[in-house]
C-alpha cells in the first residue's frame, strides 16, 4: 500500500475509535443518571414525599438526656412555639432550633442548635440546666466537637449539679466528684487554671476526651447515634422554637 494513502485510513480508524470512546462515555452517562433516578423514586413514599434516611453513626455535636417516658412534659418545660410533629432523622441531624425525640428505654433525648453552648456561655448552661432539672428530675448534658475538640457532660437531680466538666480551651466547669464511668473510660478532668501532663499530650488527651463523650453517654442514659442506627423510619418527635432566649 501506498504510504499516502495509509494515512487518510489511519485518521479515519482514530476517528472511529473517537466516536466509539465518545459514544461510550454517553451510554455510561445516561446509565448513571437512570440508576439515580431509580434510587430516588425508591426514596419517595406512595404520597410523593422523600423517605426519612436514617443515618448511620452520626450524633449532633450537643444533646439533652432527661429521665422521662413524656415528651409532652419536655415540651412544656422547654417552652417551645411552633411545635409541630418531626421525623427522628430530620430533627436529630437537622438545622431545627430544638428537638424532642420519642422516648427511648425511659429517657427522651434532646438536641438543636438552641440548646445552650458551653463554649459560648457557661453560665448559661449552668442556669439552663438546674432550671431545666428543677422542672423535670433527672437531666444530663452532652456535647462533642471533633473538630475543636470541646466536650463537656453534666448530671443534675433536682436542680442539684451531680456532676459537670466543661472544656474549650481551657477547663470551664468541673464540679462534683468524677463518675466510676469517667474512671473506667480513662477520661481526663482538669481543674480550673491546670494544664494536661506532658506525658497525656494536648491534642490525644482532648481528642480522646471527645471521642469518649457518647460511650459514656451510653453509660449514663443513651447514645443519639446507637439510638437512630435503630430507630424506625416511621418514629417522629417534636421540633419547635424556644420562647425565650437560655
Not at 30 to 36: L, V
Not at 198 to 212: H, Q, S, T, V
Request: with cysteine.
Amino acid at each position: 500500500m501506498n504510504p499516502a494513502d495509509a494515512v487518510p485510513i489511519a485518521l479515519l480508524l482514530l476517528f472511529g475509535v473517537a466516536i466509539g470512546i465518545g459514544g461510550a462515555i454517553v451510554w455510561l452517562a445516561i446509565r448513571w443518571n437512570r440508576q439515580q433516578a431509580s434510587l430516588h423514586s425508591h426514596r419517595l413514599r406512595a404520597d410523593g414525599e422523600p423517605r426519612p434516611r436514617r443515618p448511620i453513626l452520626q450524633r449532633p455535636i450537643l444533646w439533652l438526656a432527661i429521665r422521662s417516658r413524656d415528651p409532652a412534659s419536655v415540651l412544656k418545660a422547654l417552652s417551645l412555639n411552633e411545635a409541630a410533629p418531626c421525623s427522628w432523622s430530620d430533627g436529630l441531624f437537622g438545622e431545627n432550633r430544638l428537638f424532642i425525640a420519642p422516648p427511648v428505654r425511659g429517657w427522651v433525648l434532646v438536641t438543636g442548635s438552641a440548646l445552650p453552648d458551653p463554649a459560648e456561655d457557661v453560665d448559661a448552661s449552668f442556669r439552663f440546666l438546674r432550671e431545666l432539672s428543677r422542672k423535670l428530675g433527672e437531666v444530663q448534658f452532652f456535647c462533642a466537637d471533633r473538630v475543636l475538640h470541646h466536650h463537656a457532660w453534666a448530671r443534675l437531680e433536682a436542680g442539684r449539679v451531680v456532676r459537670a466538666y466543661a472544656w474549650a480551651g481551657a477547663t470551664l466547669w468541673n464540679q462534683g466528684v468524677k463518675t466510676a464511668a469517667e474512671n473506667a473510660l480513662d477520661m481526663k478532668a482538669l481543674g480550673y487554671g491546670e494544664e494536661p501532663s506532658i506525658r497525656w499530650g494536648m491534642p490525644d488527651f482532648l481528642a480522646a476526651n471527645a471521642e469518649k463523650v457518647p460511650l459514656l453517654a451510653a453509660r449514663w442514659s443513651l447514645d443519639p447515634a446507637e439510638i437512630a442506627a435503630r430507630m424506625p423510619p416511621h418514629a417522629r418527635g417534636i421540633a419547635g422554637r424556644p420562647s425565650v432566649r437560655y
